[in-house]
């Protein structure tokens, strides 16, 4: 009996164990980790962005954190975050909402914001702008 439940236990951690994140467009094709393994943040850098694609509404960026970003908000885009590696807080106005991969959010223009990674590999995000971001559009908020 011991044994049998020993086995159900171990099959049971195995189907639940997470899956490394894919994302079949753009830069991604290749997969997540060989993606970040040629776009590395930097040792000082707090947050890295790349676009990976986009489309006539929307650009999508693969979005690294290690830390915390700074207080910021889009004047004129809606930004929609899907985590797909680590954890962390996403500060979205007054609220505290922790994330995990698997988690999204969506970010209205003009709402402060930002995030702090937990854990030392930091988290890799998927976040899509729309309308598509081709102009830096973060400002920052006064005071912090």
Do not use: K
């Amino acid at each position: 009996m011991r044994r049998l439940a020993l086995v159900a236990l171990v099959g049971w951690t195995v189907a639940c164990a997470a899956r490394a994140a894919r994302v079949p467009f753009g830069n991604l094709e290749a997969g997540l980790e060989p993606f970040l393994a040629s776009h590395p943040l930097d040792a000082d850098q707090a947050i890295r962005a790349d676009e990976i694609g986009r489309t006539a509404t929307a650009s999508y960026h693969v979005v690294q954190v290690r830390g915390a970003e700074r207080p910021h908000r889009h004047v004129t885009h809606d930004i929609t975050v899907v985590v797909l590696r680590g954890r962390g807080t996403l500060r979205l106005e007054d609220r505290a909402l922790p994330l995990a991969a698997g988690d999204a959010a969506v970010v209205p223009r003009g709402a402060p914001h930002w995030f702090a990674s937990h854990g030392r590999g930091g988290a890799v995000a998927l976040v899509a702008f729309a309308p598509p971001l081709d102009a830096a559009d973060s400002v920052p908020l006064n005071g912090r």
